[in-house]
């Protein structure tokens, strides 16, 4: 009869860890889309279709906060995500990265990209605080959007030599 107590005690301990840490995914998630969004809505009040290419996420592992930089390096919003804060050097990159994928894909799926004044294709690029690419999110195009990732983007380079070769020995 103790042990069961403490295996109830554990199990519960080890279920409300994970409502904690659902919660602060939530609570993440919820933080990276407003701040997207509100980038976005820049966009959104333009007349006409703006030329853009890239649309810059920059999250900041010291202060928390996650930049939305456009073209032109002007800030179009901000915020600071407080689970970023002196995050794990090693782990913030890759969950950072993960993080904003997934609130890229999210916001895909519900529609959010369609209706934008952007002149397609554009993309969203992860950098860091010399504005110097880390990561390739997303590229937004006309028929569809591509999530980049490493199984894309696998040999990439051996088809594009590969296909120069060819070309130049023409």
């Not at 409502?19 to 969004?37: D, E, F, P």
């Not at 010291?62 to 782990?91: H, K, Y």
Request: no cysteine; hydrophobic share 40%; proline share 2%.
């Amino acid at each position: 009869r103790r042990n069961f107590a403490y295996i109830y005690f554990f199990v519960y301990l080890k279920n409300f860890k994970n409502l904690s840490i659902m919660k602060q995914n939530k609570t993440l998630y919820t933080s990276i889309a407003s701040v997207i969004l509100d980038a976005l809505k820049k966009y959104a009040s333009m007349e006409r279709r703006s030329v853009v290419t890239d649309i810059y996420l920059q999250p900041n592992m010291q202060t928390g906060e996650l930049s939305v930089f456009d073209d032109d390096d002007e800030l179009l919003s901000s915020v600071v995500i407080n689970e970023w804060n002196n995050s794990n050097p090693e782990e913030f990159q890759t969950g950072s990265e993960l993080a904003l994928k997934k609130v890229l894909n999210q916001l895909s799926s519900e529609g959010e990209f369609a209706s934008l004044p952007i002149m397609k294709p554009y993309s969203f690029v992860m950098v860091d605080s010399e504005k110097e690419t880390l990561s390739e999110l997303m590229i937004v195009d006309e028929e569809e959007t591509l999530f980049l990732n490493d199984e894309l983007l696998k040999g990439l380079d051996d088809e594009l030599n590969a296909f120069l070769k060819d070309l130049l020995e023409v």
